[in-house]
């Protein structure tokens, strides 16, 4: 319920040869949060979302709603309440909306396995908490940018997860489409599923999130509000040396 701590990460790293993508990342993540996960290019962000969701082996532990993650590979990770999305958009062109959504729904892809599937209602609802209830029939490459990412979250969230993590959801997107992404993203929230997002739309990041994390170069340099974060030396300094 709201208030609890329902995602745990703690002293999260993960080497890839000799590069240390991430070193020692620790935050919690409060039910009904929507939290984004910032840095410059190369921070670690991606990886992290790896590392989470079971997808890049990791130093540390993680915990869902109290529960071990450890040791589980990426379809128990998601069978236990982690639903995901990847950076640059994963869809089947000629299938219809509906079709790749129900892809979410699908062992096969280790998305949502073994929860059981959405009823027609829950489909129905989801599709109208996106906007996407007047397109379900068409074929995605007929859709907007836009339209396309909210395909690829509503994918993620066929499995019923109680976290979601997003890679990039406003990639491709101009500030109109971003605006109403976010619009989109407080109703998924509102709904009751908590929200983790990497993205690099800084507006977007500042206006939709409660907490925002920031990694530089595989580390924690900050986390806090829109606000703290947006006034923190660090921060600046961070992406000030990227430029
Ligand atoms: P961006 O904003 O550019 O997407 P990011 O913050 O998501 O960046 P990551 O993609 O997580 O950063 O990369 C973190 C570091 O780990 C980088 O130095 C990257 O080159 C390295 N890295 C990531 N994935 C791999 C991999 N599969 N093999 C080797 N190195 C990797």
């Known amino acids: 319920s709201a208030?609890?701590?329902?995602?745990?990460?703690?002293?999260?790293?993960?080497?890839?040869?000799?590069?240390?993508?991430l070193d020692d990342v620790s935050f919690e993540v409060t039910e009904g949060e929507i939290i984004g996960l910032i840095g410059p290019n190369g921070a670690?962000?991606?990886?992290?979302?790896?590392?989470?969701?079971?997808?890049?082996?990791?130093?540390?532990?993680?915990?869902?709603?109290g529960e071990s993650l450890d040791g589980r590979h990426a379809h128990q990770r998601s069978r236990a309440g982690l639903g995901r999305t990847f950076q640059g958009i994963d869809l089947y062109e000629d299938l219809s909306v509906r079709e790749n959504v129900m892809v979410?729904?699908?062992?096969?892809?280790?998305?949502?396995?073994?929860?059981?599937?959405?009823?027609?209602?829950?489909?129905?609802?989801?599709?109208?908490?996106?906007?996407l209830d007047k397109v379900t029939?068409?074929?995605v490459r007929e859709l907007s940018q836009g339209q396309r990412q909210l395909v690829s979250v509503a994918r993620a969230l066929a499995g019923r997860p109680r976290v979601v993590l997003?890679?990039?959801?406003?990639?491709?997107?101009?500030?109109?489409?971003?605006?109403?992404?976010?619009?989109?993203l407080k109703a998924i929230r509102d709904a009751g599923t908590t929200i983790i997002m990497v993205d690099h739309d800084?507006?977007?990041?500042?206006?939709v999130c409660?907490?925002?994390?920031?990694?530089?170069?595989?580390?924690?340099?900050?986390?806090?509000?829109?606000?703290e974060?947006?006034?923190?030396?660090?921060v600046t300094r961070a992406y000030l040396g990227s430029a």
């Open 202 to 207: 800084m507006d977007l990041v500042l206006d």
């Open 44 to 65: 670690g962000k991606t990886t992290f979302i790896d590392a989470i969701s079971g997808f890049a082996d990791a130093e540390g532990s993680v915990a869902l709603a």
């Open 210 to 227: 409660d907490r925002i994390v920031v990694l530089d170069l595989g580390k924690r340099i900050a986390i806090g509000t829109p606000a």
């Open 3 to 21: 208030g609890e701590v329902v995602l745990a990460a703690k002293g999260i790293g993960v080497r890839y040869g000799g590069v240390t993508a």
């Open 137 to 139: 029939e068409r074929p």
């Open 166 to 184: 997003l890679d990039e959801p406003a990639a491709g997107l101009d500030s109109t489409e971003s605006a109403w992404l976010g619009l989109r």
């Open 104 to 131: 979410g729904t699908t062992a096969s892809l280790g998305r949502g396995a073994g929860n059981p599937p959405l009823d027609d209602a829950q489909m129905a609802q989801l599709f109208e908490v996106l906007h």
């Open 229 to 234: 974060v947006r006034n923190n030396p660090d």
